[in-house]
Nanobody
Framework: HVQLVESGGGSVQAGGSLNLSCVVS?????MGWFRQAPGKQRMEVAS???????YYSTFVKGRFTIARDNAKNAVYLMMDNLAPDDSAMYSC???????????????WGQGTQVTVS
């Protein structure tokens, strides 16, 4: 049974930074992050596969960095220059398959709130 456990998130002022972490128990290939703001559709933020090739959505490119530690089976999201529009519930996601566009998710984390004011 694959589980995704997230940590990080919280509140920050505009222009600030936050880091998210997600540890995955079980064998997965693609790992990524999604976000969903109230009243809006869930959107893919970034993903990364076992070869450590990253993919970024256009709205975070240049501000967010996704990283992966295969030894720890963990994925990280470093978020810089945050804006109020980045406020959302951020969820870790994983797939048994290689990353696709859009990412096909097999497993979800519980989500962690990011609030930018």
């Amino acid at each position: 049974h694959v589980q995704l456990v997230e940590s990080g998130g919280g509140s920050v002022q505009a222009g600030g930074s936050l880091n998210l972490s997600c540890v995955v128990s079980g064998n997965v290939n693609c790992m990524g992050w999604f976000r969903q703001a109230p009243g809006k559709q869930r959107m893919e933020v970034a993903s990364i596969d076992q070869t450590v090739r990253p993919y970024y959505s256009t709205f975070v490119k240049g501000r967010f960095t996704i990283a992966r530690d295969n030894a720890k089976n963990a994925v990280y999201l470093m978020m810089d220059n945050l804006a109020p529009d980045d406020s959302a519930m951020y969820s870790c996601a994983a797939s048994r398959n290689w990353c696709s566009r859009p990412m096909r998710v097999d497993y979800w984390g519980q989500g962690t709130q990011v609030t930018v004011s």
